[in-house]
């Protein structure tokens, strides 16, 4: 069984920050890609930032040098440093992450952590 739980969402002021973490646990050979994803009211959820285990990460353009993805390869945690907030980063921010449960065989499942609240507000 893994588990991905989050944590650092709430409520912030416009131009604040927020640091989001999220932890995988469970019977874990390896994790590759982990990512945030974000959900509005009304919208589709859509990719905040990925990083591979190597190191390589990807934005969407709409965070681009306000955001920034870290991993911590020994605690399985991904960390998201939120800077500059504005309201329409408010949202439902989902962790996700491809894990390889063993060596053989090598098989990812791809998992989803249940969410945490980001307002920005004023």
């Known amino acids: 069984q893994v588990q991905l739980v989050e944590s650092g969402g709430g409520s912030v002021q416009p131009g604040g920050s927020l640091r989001l973490s999220c932890a995988a646990s469970?019977?874990?050979?390896?994790?590759?890609?982990m990512g945030w994803y974000r959900q509005a009211p009304g919208n589709e959820r859509e990719l905040v930032a990925q990083?591979?285990?190597?190191?390589?990460?990807n934005y969407a353009d709409s965070v681009k040098g306000r955001f920034t993805i870290s991993r911590d390869n020994a605690k399985n945690t991904v960390y998201l440093q939120m800077n500059t907030l504005k309201p329409e980063d408010t949202a439902v921010y989902y962790c996700?992450?491809?894990?390889?449960?063993?060596?053989?065989?090598?098989?990812?499942?791809?998992?989803w952590g249940q969410g945490t609240q980001v307002t920005v507000s004023s």
């Open positions: 996700n992450a491809d894990i390889q449960l063993s060596s053989r065989p090598s098989i990812v499942n791809n998992y």
């Open positions: 990083i591979i285990s190597a190191g390589t990460t």
């Open positions: 469970g019977s874990i050979f390896s994790v590759k890609a």
